[in-house]
């Protein structure tokens, strides 16, 4: 099975930018899409971004579109969010996630990574 570890993670300030990365084992992660999902304290997870098994194809949340971007490096087996502009409300644990086609549904995916915490201060 393919296993998830994300990084980049940390407090910074409004405004401020982070890069998250995934990082996955195996040799077939360019056969899943990918996704970003995060969760505040007493809030649903919610989706992020998107990117389907080339990264031809991303989809991004309303609440992120425009300072956020998804990519992946098949070659390297990682996948990264850039975060820039950053809001106190984009705070929450970023989780990585694979599925067999891309989807903005958190059910389609199968393996979740454990989670990097993004903390902005106003």
């Known amino acids: 099975q393919v296993q998830l570890v994300e990084s980049g993670g940390g407090l910074v300030q409004a405004g401020d930018s982070l890069r998250l990365s995934c990082a996955a084992s195996?040799?077939?992660?360019?056969?899943?899409?990918m996704g970003w999902f995060r969760q505040a304290p007493g809030k649903e997870r919610e989706y992020v971004a998107v990117?389907?098994?080339?990264?031809?194809?991303?989809y991004y949340a309303d609440s992120v579109k425009g300072r956020f971007t998804i990519s992946r490096d098949n070659a390297k087996n990682t996948l990264y969010l850039q975060m820039n502009s950053l809001k106190p409300e984009d705070t929450a644990v970023y989780y990585c996630?694979?599925?067999?086609?891309?989807?903005?549904?958190?059910?389609?995916?199968?393996?979740w990574g454990q989670g990097t915490q993004v903390t902005v201060s106003s």
């Open positions: 990117i389907s098994r080339r990264g031809m194809m991303t």
């Open positions: 195996g040799r077939t992660f360019s056969t899943y899409a």
């Open positions: 996630a694979t599925a067999p086609s891309i989807s903005t549904s958190a059910g389609v995916y199968d393996y």
